[in-house]
């Protein structure tokens, strides 16, 4: 009888574990969620994490510290609508189509991962900046910023009961906002039956930098270290370097340094806040008669603080999500991303903006948290790109990844295991010349150590050692202790190219365009 009850239970034991593994083979396969959050213009340098000397930020540096933070995340090409379109087609600007801003609307008819996402399943959302000029498409929920959208009560288009597209108003600051009609989406207006992509995407710290009623005081009182590069004079590179216009010193306006009445559309207190922060920094500065360098010096100071209390406003409203997920129980099913469209220059070589194929706009900051699945607190230095954002969300999701998208899934990276075949080498290219800040047009290709740049209407090349030359002040394009180097980035360039179908002329609507062939990802 003692055996016939040993056996018993050893039977129940095994009918008890096989109930269990069949449990947890379920709740692996289950679908997780995903909240997308992705800013404008955010450098990794204006991240604690990323080892910011000039700010902190708690709720990005929390992602990082529970998760994975990258510390080679290229762009394809450094401008806000193009970084966009890459990210949702996993195509490369010449094969998506929007390959520089203020030209024609994203095609919204082609083939897009939140698409393929809702195919398996996924309700789907895009709440925030747009910035592609077109009706967003691929949505169940869509409530966007009309254009750049300004900082203060901006005009949003979504869609009425009768599924119409309408433009809302709405009063108070605009990264608070984005972040309210988030929130609400996840409280009241998703199915709880679903697993849900939500795109929770900022205007801030865009260009011209106006801080919300919280931050109009942050980092007074204090001086923010000036980066090294802020005296370049471009020499040692090509004329390219020389040529833009986007210095602190010669291209910031009275409308971005705060000097004048401030913005137009302030309600009463909103106005009220602002000139009690500005009017008595403005009457100092105007008193004081700055000339030569102190004056550069002051709107150093005025800029970098104006950006950064932008960026602390972005990092705020991460912890409301981030606290929302952990209040409901979600956080663990919950994938979280927080990324930006491109670098920025945060006085570098005496800039603002982007653009470049330099490393501070060539680099994204990107930090995701996965619990249960990435490690928290690794650091990973892979070469990975916004070109492969669709499709690790859809290796995410389970979701078969088309052949022609040309980016890869960093899935198995985010668990720890780079693929043998993993990439050594990022291709780029920049298109937005004649265009604002007067970036000439280039493409290049980079391996993480070396960088060789084409400024192809200059006819100039540049070559960087990053290594002994992290700050790329010294061009050593043509010098034979570099040759080989030179030569085997050169043929990498080409195969590059080749591999991503780049046509040989630009796809401008001023040039002849090529027959684009449908890309092929595989080798």
Known sequence: MKLFMNKTSSISALVVMAGVLAVSSVEAAKQPNVVFIFTDD??????????????????IDRIAQEGMRFKKCYVTNAICGPSRAVILTGKHSHLNGFFQNGRSPFDGSQQTFPKLLR????????????HLKSVPTGFDHF???????????????????????VVEKNTGYTTDLVTDKALDWLKQERKGDKPFMLMLQHKAPHRNWQPGPDHLNSFNNIEIPEPE?????????????????????????????KLNAGPNNLTPEQKKLWDAAYQPKNDAFLKANLQGKDRIKWMYQRYIKDYLRCVQSVDDNIGRVLKYLDDTGLADDTVVIYSSDQGWYLGEHGWYDKRWMYEESLVMPLVIRWPGVVEPGSINEDIVSNLDFAETFLDIAGATIPDDMQGKSFLPILKGSTPADWRKT???HYYEFPGAHSVARHYGVTDGHYKLI??????????????????????????KEYAGIQSRLEKE????????????????????????????NKK
């Open 143 to 165: 409530d966007v910023l009309i254009g750049q959208g300004p900082y203060y009560n901006p005009p949003m288009r979504t869609t009425n009961d009768a599924g119409e597209v």
């Open 493 to 520: 360039l080409a195969r590059l190219r080749k591999y991503y179908n780049v046509p040989k002329e630009d796809p401008d609507s001023t040039r002849p365009k090529p027959r684009q062939k449908r890309a092929n």
């Open 454 to 479: 084409n400024f192809y209407e200059n006819k100039d090349w540049e070559m960087f050692d990053l290594t002994a030359d992290p700050n790329e002040l010294q061009s050593i394009y043509g010098r």
């Open 119 to 130: 195919k398996v399943g996924y309700e789907t959302a895009m709440i925030g900046k747009w």
């Open 229 to 257: 590069t802020l005296w370049d004079d471009y020499t040692g590179r090509s004329k390219a370097a020389a040529n833009q216009t986007m210095t602190i010193a010669r291209h910031l306006t009275p409308n971005d340094l």
């Open 42 to 59: 955010h450098s990794a340098h204006a991240i604690s994490a990323y080892g910011s000397r000039i700010n902190k930020t708690p709720h």
């Open 426 to 428: 990022f291709y780029y």
